[in-house]
């Protein structure tokens, strides 16, 4: 299947500063990236689309001059915590969907990243 | 509108008895239907899914899931659990187009030696 690459795995920052997060579609296009965040002993929470070229989405609650997406080409999508604390500690997932107009088409998932905020 | 349910949130099996995680799906469209796995600290892996072609999925590792439409229940099967299967497993849920996907609240396998 085709591959989508987040980086970094893991990453641990200092309360205040900011973490970029990137995830890459390595062998599609991807249109349309999805962020989510995996709070403890909870499913995948949607946190925003982003889309290419425009503004991302986010979803309610969602602090969008918190968690900045930029969607600059059809092969990268970033994720930016800005002024981290300790409750952004959490574990990000982007996937991508291939831009190609097939319904129903799988989602694919990036590694994921653990971001510890001390 | 769609929506997903997991009916177990923990799953406890012996080694080398089957498996049965459960997973009930709400869709207003057809559906396509997704299993992942995801082991500790460690990204989403697809086992498995339905796109409106054959209703039984065979997967890797071993796993199959059965599409029931009148049931609206997309379970996920194992005839005989390794240790190596412990993890945590959601059932998804897409329809059509580039819809954001849906997410069950996962089911935890714990395989007992």
């Known amino acids: 299947g085709a591959v989508v690459s987040q980086h970094p795995s893991r990453v641990i920052c200092k309360s205040g500063t900011s973490v970029k997060i990137e995830c890459r579609s390595l062998?599609?296009?991807?249109?349309?990236m999805f962020w989510y965040r995996q709070f403890p002993k909870k499913s995948l929470m949607l946190m925003a689309t982003?889309?290419?070229?425009?503004?991302?989405?986010?979803e309610q609650g969602v602090e969008k001059d918190k968690f900045l997406i930029n969607h600059a080409s059809l092969t990268l999508s970033t994720l930016t915590v800005t002024s981290a604390h300790p409750e952004d500690s959490s574990f990000y997932i982007c996937s991508a969907r291939d831009s190609q107009p097939i319904l129903n088409t799988e989602a694919f998932f990036g590694q994921g990243t653990r971001l510890t905020v001390v | 509108a769609q929506s997903v349910t997991q009916l177990d949130s923990h799953v406890s099996v012996s080694e080398g008895t089957p498996v049965l995680l459960r997973c009930n799906y709400s869709?207003?469209?057809?559906?396509?239907l997704f299993w992942y796995v995801q082991h500790p600290n460690k990204g989403l892996q697809l086992l498995l899914k339905y796109t409106s072609a054959a209703t039984l999925v065979k997967g890797i590792n071993g796993f199959e899931a059965e599409f029931k439409k009148s049931e609206t229940s997309f379970h996920l099967t194992k005839p005989s659990a390794h240790m190596s299967d412990a993890a945590e497993y959601f059932c998804v849920v897409s329809s059509g187009g580039y819809q954001k996907v849906t997410f069950g609240i996962g089911t935890k396998l714990q395989v007992i030696p």
């Open positions: 062998d599609f296009q991807a249109t349309t």
């Open positions: 982003s889309n290419e070229g425009s503004k991302a989405t986010y």
């Open positions: 869709s207003s469209y057809s559906p396509s």
